[in-house]
């Protein structure tokens, strides 16, 4: 066991080690076999020479983010501990923001994956971003859009999604259409409240510059010099995304966002999803990128979550399978 003693200069210790060394706690998480105690603007390390280097490289990165942008989270944190995690100081400050938002608030990619989310869409015409729930597909997809919008690139965007699972059985609502629609569009809804003022909102959507409609409305149609978003595409049929994604016009940009662990559809039906990016994985111009745990943004417990049932069902899958197996042996 040896001992080594890194001092933290020029910032105050407690915008990183956090209240009550929350933020500290944190870090400690990913080092077991460590022993690290804070004092003052000190950090003491008890370990092993090697681990001990892996935490200052570590460390070097947290400390040079909080510099950067004088805050630090827990997400951010988890994103520097990744392997390639410095590549999340090496992205020029201008690229981060996407759009400054209602009250002037700087909407950015936040993680390393929603910023090759970005640099997807500037390079490709079609993008696929699936990943788990609080990964910021949809916000990131509709950010990129309204700044298409407002940069005069397309004339219009157009936001869908599969309704009530992938039939769309809207019928036994009550109110009209857009009163039947409103319910599953929320979150649309909710990240265009964040980027563009209400009363100039609702003029978009009045006049058609912001369309926001089920995929079944999507049918027959072209979809030309636009920004459009297909939302929770895992619950489509591999028939309906085919017809959405030749729905797109010469100048467009498409991005499809889902998550196949929460695919709707009944059991023997096959994701839309799953079966486009199956068939076109190898076709020039298109990107799929898959965002992860690592880039949950809401509160600290969904990651917590995440992980938990990820592992119930994979616990699940293996029991399955040996019940399987010993039922064929049995047999």
Same mark, same amino acid.
Request: aromatic residues 6%; neutral net charge; glycine residues 6%.
């Given at each position: 066991?040896?001992?080594?003693?890194?001092?933290?200069?020029?910032?105050?210790?407690?915008?990183?080690?956090?209240?009550?060394?929350? !933020?500290?706690?944190? %870090?400690?998480?990913? #080092?077991? =076999?460590?022993?690290?105690? *804070?004092?003052? &603007?000190?950090?003491? @390390?008890?370990?092993?020479?090697?681990?001990?280097?892996?935490?200052?490289? !570590?460390?070097?990165? %947290?400390?040079?983010? #909080?510099? =950067?942008?004088?805050?630090? *989270?827990?997400? &951010?944190?988890?994103? @520097?501990?990744?392997?390639?995690?410095?590549?999340?100081?090496?992205?020029?400050?201008?690229?981060?923001?996407?759009?400054?938002?209602?009250?002037?608030?700087?909407?950015?990619?936040?993680?390393?994956?929603?910023?090759?989310?970005?640099?997807?869409?500037?390079?490709?015409?079609?993008?696929?971003?699936?990943?788990?729930?609080?990964?910021?597909?949809?916000?990131?997809?509709?950010?990129?859009?309204?700044?298409?919008?407002?940069?005069?690139?397309?004339?219009?965007?157009?936001?869908?999604?599969?309704?009530?699972?992938?039939?769309?059985?809207?019928?036994?609502?009550?109110?009209?259409?857009?009163?039947?629609?409103?319910?599953?569009?929320?979150?649309?809804?909710?990240?265009?409240?964040?980027?563009?003022?209400?009363?100039?909102?609702?003029?978009?959507?009045?006049?058609?510059?912001?369309?926001?409609?089920?995929?079944?409305?999507?049918?027959?149609?072209?979809?030309?010099?636009?920004?459009?978003?297909?939302?929770?595409?895992?619950?489509?049929?591999?028939?309906?995304?085919?017809?959405?994604?030749?729905?797109?016009?010469?100048?467009?940009?498409?991005?499809?966002?889902?998550?196949?662990?929460?695919?709707?559809?009944?059991?023997?039906?096959?994701?839309?999803?799953?079966?486009?990016?199956?068939?076109?994985?190898?076709?020039?111009?298109?990107?799929?990128?898959?965002?992860?745990?690592?880039?949950?943004?809401?509160?600290?417990?969904?990651?917590?979550?995440?992980?938990?049932?990820?592992?119930?069902?994979?616990?699940?899958?293996?029991?399955?399978?040996?019940?399987?197996?010993?039922?064929?042996?049995?047999?």
């Amino acid at each position: 066991m040896q001992e080594r003693v890194i001092e933290i200069e020029d910032i105050n210790p407690v915008g990183i080690f956090g209240v009550n060394n929350a !933020k500290l706690k944190h %870090i400690k998480s990913f #080092f077991p =076999k460590l022993k690290i105690v *804070s004092r003052g &603007n000190t950090l003491t @390390l008890i370990g092993d020479e090697v681990v001990m280097d892996e935490f200052e490289r !570590k460390f070097d990165l %947290i400390v040079r983010h #909080f510099k =950067k942008h004088n805050s630090i *989270s827990e997400n &951010n944190i988890d994103n @520097l501990m990744l392997e390639d995690g410095h590549k999340m100081l090496a992205v020029d400050d201008g690229s981060e923001t996407l759009l400054h938002g209602t009250g002037g608030t700087k909407i950015k990619a936040r993680t390393l994956n929603q910023k090759r989310l970005v640099q997807a869409v500037q390079k490709n015409d079609m993008v696929f971003a699936v990943g788990p729930a609080g990964t910021g597909k949809t916000y990131t997809a509709v950010a990129l859009a309204v700044r298409a919008l407002k940069a005069k690139e397309v004339k219009r965007i157009v936001l869908t999604r599969p309704a009530v699972e992938a039939g769309e059985n809207l019928g036994f609502l009550p109110g009209d259409m857009k009163e039947k629609l409103d319910p599953y569009m929320m979150p649309l809804y909710d990240a265009l409240r964040d980027m563009i003022p209400g009363e100039k909102l609702a003029d978009m959507l009045e006049y058609g510059v912001i369309e926001i409609a089920p995929l079944a409305f999507m049918r027959g149609r072209t979809l030309d010099n636009a920004f459009v978003i297909l939302d929770e595409a895992q619950n489509t049929t591999p028939m309906q995304m085919k017809m959405f994604l030749t729905r797109m016009g010469m100048t467009a940009k498409f991005i499809i966002t889902g998550d196949m662990s929460q695919v709707d559809l009944p059991k023997r039906q096959r994701s839309g999803l799953v079966y486009a990016m199956d068939v076109l994985k190898n076709v020039e111009g298109l990107k799929i990128i898959r965002l992860q745990q690592s880039d949950v943004i809401r509160h600290s417990l969904v990651k917590k979550i995440i992980d938990a049932f990820d592992k119930a069902e994979a616990e699940e899958k293996l029991q399955m399978k040996e019940e399987n197996k010993l039922n064929k042996e049995i047999n």
